[in-house]
């Protein structure tokens, strides 16, 4: 990293006709953001989860063997590349998500306790009552534009009965401001876009939104003349840093706007929203770019994004997998089901990789995203057939700039609450809460 003389404040933004664009960390901004003993950049940490409905099929989940010499699952198999910098860890429970007296509903439970630890209020009225999740609790420490990002690919509506007496609220997030707000997850990537770099609806009236919109006017075209001035600003590898960036933004834009005009792809009889792309792998990885988009320009330091909804009944066909997701997690042991679930759980590492690859690519200080990120990615159950909220399925991926040490398996004892590896990372980021829900200390054996 090269100390130039040009500062830059660390919020520098490009403004221009109702648009504001962040910029990445840049060379120029290191005097004033900070830096280390040793003249490096002090990368802010990033904290994501993502999250995974309908449990997995644990048999193809769980690797063989423990440590650093274990056996990589079939489900796995798509991180393998990442191995080094990946814990697999075994033996975490979400008591909270069981019925506790409640009977059915260990969907709505799973999403509203992964996070939180806490057992919900089982209604469907508007007392809903839950917890706050550790997301929330990461964000209310951050001094970003956006305390946190929450993303979805599914249905977000927090009304009705989603699950035996349980509201959709319970199934539909798993981020939770205080226990009776939950934080819905964005689902059209226009709206998460426009949020992130788009027109402040508090300051620019109808007329100029609607002049932007009819034009599908860029974001870089809005703020050019002020990124060309600050291009003759800076030294060259700022010059390539600001290139790329701009470049990820305006690829994005692009994505969305085709994904507006696709809805004649669709079979008649299919709603497309507007701004969705019409391949779940396609709109997958648009979400996922949007969130690194937020990292890349220091938006946000933590996001939550959650493929499915819990009970989901999304269907696969692009794989293989016509059937409804969750009525198939029902397996009776049935091979063919227990496959269809296999290759639905592999298929959502594999896009998981994509996210990986995107975020080790993306440069960030004197590292990449990957570098300075603490990535969770799991889900609320273990077995589906069982509504089983033991062991659940549970992945940290990252260097969390230095406090993670990848390439195990770690198994902890039966009855390790999930909270514990949550109050672990959050110290990481000193943000230290007296508890998660249920947790009862810090999880050990995440560094060496």
């Not at 130039?4 to 120029?28: C, E, W, Y």
């Not at 806490?118 to 929330?136: E, L, M």
């Not at 909220?389 to 549970?394: A, D, K, L, Q």
């Amino acid at each position: 990293m090269i100390i130039t003389k040009k500062h830059l404040s660390r919020r520098t933004l490009l403004r221009g006709f109702g648009t504001t664009l962040a910029l990445p960390l840049l060379d120029a901004m290191v005097p004033a953001f900070g830096a280390t003993t040793n003249g490096a950049v002090a990368a802010p940490t990033r904290l994501a989860f993502t999250y995974i409905p309908n449990g997995v099929n644990y048999a193809h989940w769980r690797p063989v063997g423990e440590g650093a010499g274990y056996q990589m699952s079939r489900i796995l198999k798509p991180l393998e590349k990442f191995r080094e910098d990946m814990l697999v860890l075994t033996g975490l429970d979400i008591h909270n998500g069981n019925a506790l007296g409640d009977g059915g509903g260990d969907h709505a439970r799973a999403g509203a306790s992964y996070l939180t630890g806490v057992h919900c209020k089982k209604t469907i009225g508007a007392d809903i009552h839950g917890g706050v999740s550790a997301d929330q609790i990461a964000a209310q420490a951050q001094k970003t534009r956006l305390t946190s990002l929450e993303l979805g690919c599914e249905d977000s509506r927090t009304v009705g009965n989603c699950d035996s007496g349980f509201s959709c609220a319970y199934t539909n997030s798993i981020s939770w401001r205080n226990p009776t707000m939950p934080m819905p997850p964005e689902t059209n990537p226009r709206v998460v876009f426009e949020r992130l770099f788009g027109t402040d609806n508090l300051k620019v009236d109808e007329a100029t939104k609607a002049r932007r919109t009819l034009l599908r006017t860029s974001i870089l075209d809005v703020v050019g003349e002020r990124s060309k001035q600050l291009m003759g600003e800076v030294g060259p590898s700022d010059r390539r840093k600001l290139d790329e960036y701009m470049t990820g933004v305006r690829e994005v834009e692009r994505r969305i706007q085709m994904s507006e005009t696709d809805a004649s792809k669709f079979r008649p009889g299919i709603e497309a929203p507007a701004g969705v792309p019409v391949e779940f792998s396609e709109y997958a990885k648009l979400m996922f770019d949007l969130q690194i988009l937020a990292f890349q320009a220091d938006l946000t330091r933590v996001s939550t994004f959650m493929i499915g909804r819990e009970g989901s009944v999304r269907t696969y066909g692009e794989i293989g997998v016509p059937d409804p997701h969750h009525p198939i997690t029902h397996h009776q042991n049935k091979p063919d089901f227990l496959e269809k679930v296999a290759k639905i759980n592999e298929f959502h590492t594999q896009l998981y990789a994509y996210y990986l690859d995107r975020m080790k690519a993306t440069q960030d200080g004197d590292g990449s995203l990957f570098d300075h990120s603490m990535l969770v990615y799991g889900g609320g159950l273990c077995d589906p057939n069982r509504h089983q909220h033991e062991n659940v399925p549970t992945l940290v991926l990252g260097k969390g700039n230095g406090k993670l040490k990848g390439g195990r398996h770690v198994v902890y004892p039966n009855g390790t609450p999930l909270t514990n590896l949550y109050m672990a990372l959050l110290d990481h980021m000193e943000v230290r809460p007296e508890s998660i829900g249920d947790s009862t200390g810090k999880l050990a054996q995440l560094a060496l």
